[in-house]
């Protein structure tokens, strides 16, 4: 399975964006780049996923590197809420539904 | 309804004890996973059941036994634990396509003594 990494913590002020970056050079042409997040005391959340194209939905932004061998999460106004763990994923090919959790971004908001 | 339930929250046992996890979701969905989280580390896939049928198993020990009795249910037997299976065990649920998201439940908060 191809790996990601992603750095172990970072900080944001309130309604400030935040771009969380994550590498994974080894990507293979038909996996699919799938953002969690986990908040404290919960199990994880779905953000966002793509493919190839950058995409939005109600949550943040995705964008996917040309070379498909990175990508940033975009928070475009962080709040307090969004004060998580936020794990970027890999998804092989196939109908496994496998989800390989690296050890994501610990994401600290300040008021 | 986008829930998936887990029960109990928490749970106490014994290392000669047998217990049952259960997760339900009424999503539809046909894939079924139990997940192994241990303090300050991600989730780890244990089991992952499509269209009810065990499809995957990471090599988790005997002491672990999943059971899928109908679409929407799924149960984790334990007996015969360790301390060191002390976690946070996740179920979720998805369609059984690549791209599909999987949705998590809480969680049941496992202590074995």
Known sequence: DAKTTQPNSMESNEEEPVHLPCNHSTISGTDY??????????GPEY????????VNNRMASLAIAEDRKSSTLILHRATLRDA????????????TGKLIFGQGTTLQVKP | DTEVTQ???????GMTNKKSLKCEQHMGHRAMYWYKQKAKKPPELMFVYSYEKLSINE??????SPECPNSSLLN???HALQPEDSA???????????????FFGPGTRLTVL
């Open chain 2, 76 to 78: 984790l037997h334990l």
């Open chain 1, 33 to 42: 780049i799938h953002w969690y997040r986990q908040l404290p005391s919960q």
């Open chain 1, 84 to 95: 998580a763990v936020y794990y970027c994923i890999l998804r092989p090919p196939g109908n």
């Open chain 2, 59 to 64: 090599s988790v020990p005997s002491r672990f």
């Open chain 2, 7 to 13: 029960t109990p929250k928490h749970l106490v046992m």
């Open chain 1, 47 to 54: 953000v966002i996923h793509g493919l190839t194209s950058n």
């Open chain 2, 88 to 102: 946070l065990y996740l179920c979720a649920s998805s369609q059984p396509l690549v791209r599909d998201e999987q």
